[in-house]
């Protein structure tokens, strides 16, 4: 039998970060805590929390942490049919949190609207990751959320897929930059010269294009600016150029304010919703309004 005190305490170590905070959400001590996960990982003879800052779970503490969250669903759905379980003082009950993994252009372009739609529809919290599209599917693999919106689409063990249509993506800058530095219109040398930004190490969007548009290696000096909204203000501003979704800057497209480098050559990049199966009656609603928020919007 499995000590949920202890897939408790750990589930919060991972979600908060530390033993504090965690401590902080469980209503006990950090020591409390400590004991609860270390009696956990003494069980099941096997380290479960890499402690550090922030700590992380290993692969099985993540697998258990998955565990714990379909465990909340399933109960907070049971609540729901039976109210009066609320007096056995399990607030995580009435109001249970799924953990999804999104990637930055999703959440700044069209995913907002379907988490608001959710909550407000279901009375449920989100806990959401950032990452990179080409890697949330790792976090749902490992079991550390319960959904993704991901690049992939064969379906992970466990998991159902469903497309959701494809972000498209332009270069652009702003017509001053364009000016300064592609006086001559956008050739592989002026490319090669002009800065563009990068959203991390991982990003390979600005890259894929160049070589998809010109068939070059970009190596050109680089801003690297993690947020997507900081994307959109620096290309604004002639930071550099960058590819930015076209939902996102379709108003800057109009007005002017922004230009595409070369256009009809976009960047398209197909976008699934992948789900755990027994995720429950929850999160088949914020299935539904996910696909139902980013099918009209991102098309098919």
Known sequence: MLDYAGL???AAVVRQGSFERAAGTLGVTPSAVSQRVRALEERMGAVLVIRGQPCRATSAGARLCAHVEQVALLEGELAADLPELARFGRPEMVAPTLRVAVNADSLGSWFMPAAAAFSAGSGALL???LDDEEHTAERLRSGEVLAAVTTHGEPIQGCR???????????TASPAFAARWFPDGVTSDALARAPHLCFD????LQARWA???LAIN???PVHWIPATQGFVDGTMEGLGWAMNPRILIAEHLRSGCLIELLPGTTLDVRLYWQSARLGGRLLDTLTHTVVGVARPKLGQ
Not at 161 to 171: I, P, S, W
Not at 201 to 204: E, F, K, L, S, T
């Open 8 to 10: 408790s305490a750990l």
């Open 127 to 129: 806990d959401i990751v």
């Open 161 to 171: 897929t469903l497309e959701l249509g494809t972000l498209a993506y332009v270069a």
């Open 201 to 204: 190490r991982r990003d390979q």
């Open 211 to 213: 070589d998809q548009a």
């Open 218 to 220: 970009l190596e050109g």
